[in-house]
């Protein structure tokens, strides 16, 4: 009985202390969203816009004419560059026919990987090289852009600004969309929470490919993705982590409610667990403080979930401090997203809060173990583990 005690009083402590360390992340995160600040960048310099695209005839067009239609910014220094990753449908031709129409509009086709990327990095690289603007803006050919996202984004860029990232959602309120998308959405709006929260206080963790933009000298300074190349993920969250590391200059997160992007959500669940599967593969190669928080995080979600089989074997002992930290947990997170909420103008998200937190804790569970083994499959390409690219062409996925 006694060996008992103490087994269920170290577990009590162990959970509590992980809890206040959750909290104490959680309220830095929601002490950086109340300190975003609008910029207002006088200079718009050249921009090139670099699409990476494979097979992406059905929402390609979508994406290109949000960009033609972005609004108060000159449009004789806006290049749209789409490349074409080897598609197998009529991805080429229909940037073809925006071309014919539109002169900014621009095709590079990706025939080799000289630097054995992987094939989104590698689309992005080539897309950049030919790219002539001052600053760079990769955007996914999922992507819709609204319509002062450039304008923005650019007025982030003060002198001593190297990156800039935005915020993608993948509905927007006035949209209706089902509940899985929807919870979709509130996880996404979390990890934004995360990642504005945490820029603000110079804490550079995250980024989004869908959403971001650098300076074509930074580019250059830090020899463009280098290491990360041929990781099959990392074009957003170690791209960021790789510009503050090299010290080009500051990175701040635009806070302008026109600073984003529509994205298109997983419509199934199978599709969801792959695509977070890709992002969570690039775990072991963020930087060692993010690795730490990651690692701190996932171990109290999983001391969370593994809790009840305490609560079942001594449950006047184990029921209350789980209910406590379950209690806490929630309390915290739902004051940073409802904060990130009003900060991106998404309020209609919280109402699926209480779906989001009852499921939130098995899916971190998860995914956890799950992105780090077993195949990573994109774009009909099939990729090693651990983040690491395999066969460049992939295997053709089932």
């Not at 206040?20 to 309220?27: I, M």
């Not at 993920?233 to 510009?243: E, F, N, T």
């Amino acid at each position: 009985m006694a060996a008992e005690s103490l087994w269920i009083e170290g577990w009590r402590t162990l959970l509590f202390a992980l809890c206040g360390v959750h909290l104490l992340f959680v309220s830095a995160f929601w002490f950086g969203l109340g300190r975003l600040k609008r910029n207002r960048a006088a200079e718009q310099p050249s921009v090139s816009i670099v699409v990476p695209a494979r097979d992406e005839e059905a929402l390609l067009p979508r994406c290109i004419e949000s960009l033609q239609r972005q609004e108060d910014y000159p449009a004789d220094r806006i290049e749209i560059i789409v490349v074409d990753d080897r598609s197998t449908d009529t991805t080429a031709e229909i940037v073809r026919q925006y071309a014919r129409h539109d002169p900014r509009v621009r095709l590079v086709r990706v025939d080799s990987n000289p630097k054995g990327y992987s094939p989104k990095k590698n689309a992005v690289d080539q897309g950049i090289a030919a790219a002539t603007g001052e600053l760079l803006f990769p955007i996914d050919a999922d992507c819709e852009a609204h319509p002062r996202w450039l304008a923005s984004m650019v007025g982030c860029f003060a002198p001593d600004v190297a990156m800039v990232s935005g915020f993608a959602e993948l509905d927007r309120p006035n949209h209706s969309e089902r509940t899985f998308i929807r919870i979709q959405s509130l996880e996404l709006l979390s990890l934004f929470a995360c990642a504005a929260g945490s820029t603000s206080i110079g804490w550079i963790l995250a980024s989004s490919g869908a959403s971001q933009g650098y300076r074509r000298s930074t580019w250059d300074q830090i020899g463009g993705f280098g290491e990360i190349g041929p990781l099959v993920s990392g074009d957003d969250d170690l791209m960021v982590q790789r510009v503050a590391r090299l010290g080009t200059g500051r990175i701040v997160f635009a806070a302008e409610p026109e600073a984003r992007v529509l994205t298109e959500p997983m419509r199934t669940v199978r599709d969801f667990y792959r695509q977070r599967k890709r992002w969570g593969s690039k775990y072991t190669h963020h930087r060692h403080s993010y690795a730490a928080f990651l690692t701190l995080f996932y171990t109290f979600n999983l001391l969370l979930f593994f809790s009840p089989v305490l609560v079942v074997l001594a449950p006047g002992q184990a029921l209350i401090p789980w209910v406590a930290a379950l209690a806490l947990k929630w309390g915290g997170e739902l004051m940073l997203l409802r904060r990130a909420a009003i900060a991106f103008g998404r309020v209609d998200l919280l109402r699926y809060f209480p779906i989001w937190a009852l499921l939130h804790v098995p899916y971190i569970t998860w995914m956890g173990p799950a992105s780090l083994f077993g195949k990573v499959v994109w774009k009909g390409r099939v990729h090693g583990t651990r983040s690491l690219m395999g066969d460049e062409e992939g295997r053709r996925a089932a």
